[in-house]
Structure formats: C-alpha cells, structure tokens
C-alpha cells in the first residue's frame, strides 16, 4: 500500500486504506489526508517530467492537475480519470495592483481561468474520479456556489448523476445557474446550511450518495496541484509570500500541503509564506489567530459579506490551515467590504478581474504592506480564486454607485465606472471621445 488516508489529528494518526468512504476519522471524528509512501527515487526527475508533458496533447497531460500526477498517486486505475483539462492557469503580473498594494511587482495566479470559472475544478476533477474509482454513480454536495457548479460539470462529464442541497431562498444565481444548465438535481431544502449539512451526513450512506463538501480529502489532493503547477511556471522559484482568500480553509489548506511536500521531497529549497485573508463579516480564523489553540477555535454565529465564496462561520479544514501556517511562518489578515470592493474594481481596471471573495487577496496583500508584514522588494504571488462574470450583479451596483453592505451601509465607488448616456449627436460624441 503506498497511499492511504490517516487522521490529521497528531494525537490520533489512525490510517484507512485510501479506498475508504469516509469523510471524518471514525476514530476521534477528526480530518482525514491523503497521504503517501513516496517512491524517493523517481522524484528527482519530475520536474523534468512535468515540464515535457506540456508538448503532450492527451487528455491526462494537457490537464494542470494529472500532469503532476506523481504528486497526488491516490488513484489506482489512472485512465478513468474525469478531466476537463482544468489546472493551466496563468500568472499574471499586475503592475496597477502591486502599485495599489504598495509593491514593487505582485503576480495573480489565476484560478478563475478553470473551466467552470474557479479553482474548485482543480480539486473536483480528483474528487469526481475518486468516485468513479469506488463505483460510485451518485454525487452530492452541500453549497449555493462555486462548489456546486464545478461538482455538477465533472459528475455529469463522468456520466454520474450530481445532487445538489441548498437551503431554501437563499441563492446566489450565477453559480446556480451553472449547476443548472450541467444537470444537476437541485434540492432546495427548508432548512438552515448547517442543518443541511447534517442531513445530508445523514442520509448519504443510505442513498449511496458520495459526498463531496470541502472536507473530501482528494479535493485537497487535487486543489494542491495550484502550487506545483505555479512553482513549475516559476521555474521552482518559491515566492516569499503567497496570499488567498479563506472560507472554508481547504484552499488554504490544500496549497499549503503542496509547497510542504515540494520542500520535503527537495524540489524546493525552502517555503513560501502562506497568508489568508478573509472578510471582516466572515473572520473567525482571523479571530482564532489572535490567541490560537486547540481548543480555541469559535465560530462566527452569522456571518455576512457579499463576498459570498467566503461567508463561512464554521470553516471546517481550520485545524489544517492552522499547520499549515504555523509551518510556513504564515499570517491572516482581514478586509472590509469597502476595501474588497475597491481591490476588486482595481484588479478589474489592471484587464484581469475576479469574483468578490477573489479580490479580498489583493485588499489583504495592500494591508500587510501596510503594516510591513510583507515587505515592499517581496516576491508576492496573489491567488485569485474566481471568474470576474461569477457575480455581474456585484459589478454593476459597485459602477453605479448602488452597492450596499450587507448591513445595508453603501459603499463608495472608489473607482466606479458609469455607463454614459448619449444622445445620437455626432458632434458631441466626436468631441467627448477625442478628449479621452
Ligand atoms: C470556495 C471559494 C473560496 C474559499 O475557499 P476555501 O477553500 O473555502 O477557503 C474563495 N473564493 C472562491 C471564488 C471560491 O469559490
Ligand atoms: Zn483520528
């Protein structure tokens, strides 16, 4: 056996054959991993591997995550992979941003480029396959967003039926809609999300549906492959810092694993430092990292933000994300909504865009600036999580001026930009634009 999963719990280190269908430790209910007895010897040429695969046009190697295969080995039939070709997501320098941000240069890796338009393809092409490996038909997940629209798209790639829960009403339809139109059933239950939840938990052994919520361990394997491919792309260059959103904290997670392992296996000589930035309405990490310890964490009873893909209280892969940024010598931060809007309009004027949640990473970046955490000659990487066309809606209040809190507080368009109304006059049109 040279993959399995094993508790994350240090106290517990309970292992399970990698084929199990479980979502928590049976022992001690704690996180579970994927993890590996690596075969020291091939590693050494992996970067050499990878790096030739890009002149491959099959599926496996034109995908940004199963190029690294070597890295994430839990799969034992490798061609009933399910792939778009997710992954292959570009750096971006961003000389407008790093000036907003106080830097002398900042890149954005680009998640919002995956095939349904953020990075949860990264880890759904792994978790999907996962559950064609085990024989599964039925998928199913707990989410109003980005989860639900990537989960529909690999299911039904993969020719498996995707069932989605919902609490009812409350919907974000960009995301939804997406969800819709990849056929998945979507169940709006009248209940709370934590009720949901626990429903679902309930019932999905009984209905033989496989869950695929963020605590789903290849997930993360596949979510790890950001920070190989973006080592790849910088020549395995480890950033000094590399900056995310956090929700529910299983990017946070998932990137960290994959420098740690890089460093452990030698493909990198020393580790980047993780920051997480999450929004000032939805921040119990924020609040936990103030005093951390083990049983310290509290979740944020109702949180509120219009950055939706973060507006989590009780972010399940904290214990995670917390290794993860004592290891790497990490930071949280938090942003407030008017402070995410802007850094969002600015990514937007830089011709990149990104989603709400995407942008709290370039708000984070400017505050640690700010506060000399990261220093202005660092090499800085921001991940930008989502697709600019997830929330149009967000956008086009923000422009116009009418985008509110969700306490109902407006916000200033810092850098609006109104559509202009014009009468057809030639003349006048003629002279507005050669004044420009
Ligand atoms: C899911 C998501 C997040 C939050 O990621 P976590 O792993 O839950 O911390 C941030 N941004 C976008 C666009 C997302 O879809
Ligand atoms: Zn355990």
């Not at 508790?7 to 517990?12: G, I, T, V, Y």
């Not at 920051?275 to 939805?282: E, F, M, N």
């Not at 893909?309 to 931060?333: D, H």
Request: aromatic fraction near 8%; hydrophobic fraction near 40%.
């Amino acid at each position: 056996m040279c993959s399995y999963l094993v508790c994350f719990r240090d106290n517990c280190r309970e292992k399970y054959p990698i084929d199990s269908v479980l979502y928590q430790c049976p022992r001690c209910g704690g996180l579970l991993e994927a993890s590996y007895r690596w075969d020291a010897a091939g590693v050494s040429g992996w970067k050499t591997l990878w790096r030739n695969r890009r002149l491959d046009n099959s599926a496996l190697e034109q995908s940004g995550v199963w190029r690294y295969r070597e890295s994430i080995p839990f799969l034992q039939d490798i061609s009933r992979v399910v792939t778009l070709r997710e992954g292959n997501t570009p750096l971006l320098p961003a000389p407008l941003a790093a000036q907003y941000a106080g830097l002398d240069a900042l890149t954005f890796k680009h998640q919002g480029f995956n095939p349904t338009g953020s990075f949860k393809d990264n880890g759904m092409t792994c978790g999907v396959s996962q559950a064609v490996q085990l024989g599964r038909t039925l998928v199913g997940c707990v989410s109003t967003g980005n989860t639900s629209a990537s989960m529909a798209a690999y299911a039904s790639a993969a020719g498996l039926k995707p069932v989605i829960f919902l609490p009812h009403g409350n919907i974000s339809f960009g995301k939804l809609s997406q969800a819709l139109e990849y056929g998945a059933l979507t169940l709006q239950v009248h209940a709370n999300f934590d009720q949901i939840l626990a429903f679902v938990r309930q019932i999905a052994d009984r209905a033989g549906l496989y869950l695929l919520n963020s605590i789903n361990p290849f997930r993360i394997e596949g979510q790890k492959t950001i920070a190989i491919e973006m080592l790849d792309q910088l020549d395995w260059r480890a950033p000094d810092w590399v900056v995310m959103p956090g929700g529910n904290l299983g990017n946070c997670a998932a990137i960290g694993k994959g420098f740690l392992e890089m460093h452990e296996l030698g493909l990198i000589d020393r580790l980047p430092r993780i920051a997480v930035i999450q929004s000032a309405g939805a921040a119990p990490f924020y609040e936990f990292m103030k005093a951390p310890g083990e049983d310290k964490f509290r979740a944020v009873e109702s949180p509120e933000t219009l950055a939706t893909a973060i507006r989590i209280g009780n972010p399940v892969s904290w214990p995670k994300a917390w290794s993860v940024l004592r290891r790497t010598n990490g930071t949280v931060e938090r942003a407030s909504e008017q402070e995410i809007a802007d850094a969002k309009a600015v990514i937007g004027r830089a011709g990149i865009g990104c989603e709400p949640a995407s942008a709290a990473t370039l708000a984070g970046i400017r505050k640690l600036v700010a506060s000399h955490i990261i220093r202005r000659e660092d090499h800085v990487v921001g991940v930008l999580t989502g697709n600019v066309l997830k929330d149009p809606d967000y956008i086009y209040r923000y422009h116009t001026g009418q985008l509110k809190t969700p306490g109902g507080k407006p916000i200033t368009s810092t850098y609006g930009n109104k559509p202009v109304e014009v009468t057809a006059d030639a003349d006048a049109v003629v002279g507005m634009l050669t004044k420009l």
